[in-house]
């Protein structure tokens, strides 16, 4: 994948609605947090992985790779 290939992507009306949706679902999870955490150290974790995890792919940029 180009550049060029990444932002028109990145930059679509699809990937913006997916997004949009991992946002919501991040903020969410800090709501639910906020009023559960402590409770069930197991479930807070999960959360807290759920958070990452959409984070990470809310973040995602372009990297060059070797096609070799």
């Given at each position: 994948m180009t550049k060029t290939e990444f932002?028109?992507?990145k930059t679509s009306y699809s990937?913006?609605?997916v997004?949009?949706?991992l946002s919501k679902r991040?903020?969410?999870i800090q709501e639910i947090?906020?009023?559960s955490a402590g409770q069930d150290?197991?479930?807070d974790a999960k959360y807290v992985g759920a958070i990452r995890a959409y984070n990470d792919?809310?973040?995602i940029d372009f990297e060059e790779t070797d096609s070799k």
């Open positions: 932002i028109d992507w990937t913006q609605e997004f949009s949706l991040v903020q969410m947090l906020g009023e150290s197991i479930q792919m809310l973040s």
